[in-house]
């Protein structure tokens, strides 16, 4: 009898992917109903900002480096780094700007859409080959969900 996989580090990063697309699907719904939604939009913009933020930190600073040293794939680990980059500049953006802005909505959803085709990149080739590696991702996801609470706790009290 098999025994079930212990949830590791990519399971951890994944509901996190899970979370941040679940609110996305719920902010495209928002900007299709009618009536006055300008409030929960922003309320959920700042939710996903903050999601976003906290789940690059934790991958830039635990994750990619690991993975780099462990797999030898120079461009995709690049490539992964240039989109958080992006995907910062875009939160940055949206972050300044007052949700009645006729651009607001549509960068919100371009995030959705950017941060759609990064998780894609992680699933299907960051993550088989992090797990086909030596690194042991069952002992980072305690290191991951412990810095991930830490600045959550920290962000949340500078945003109070």
């Known amino acids: 009898m098999a025994t079930a996989r212990q949830k590791d580090a990519c399971d951890l990063l994944d509901a996190d992917h899970k979370a941040v697309k679940k609110r996305f699907t719920e902010f495209e719904e ?15 913009a700042e939710k996903i900002c903050l999601e976003l933020t906290v789940h690059a930190q934790i991958e830039e600073e635990i994750f990619y480096p690991a993975i780099r040293k462990a797999i030898k794939d120079e461009l995709m680990m690049n490539e992964a780094e240039v989109e958080h980059t992006t995907a910062k500049d875009l939160i940055a953006q949206i972050q300044g700007m007052d949700p009645g802005d006729p651009l607001y909505d549509a960068k919100v959803l371009v995030l959705g859409e950017y941060i759609d085709h990064h998780v894609k990149e992680e699933r299907t ?9 030596k690194v042991d991702l069952v002992k980072m996801r305690d290191t991951l969900q412990a810095r991930k609470e830490e600045l ?6 500078f945003a109070a």
């Open 152 to 157: 959550m706790a920290e962000l949340e009290e």
């Open 125 to 133: 080739e960051m993550f088989p080959k992090a797990r086909a590696s």
């Open 30 to 44: 928002l900007t299709e109903a009618r009536g006055s939604t300008r409030d929960k939009k922003h309320q959920l």
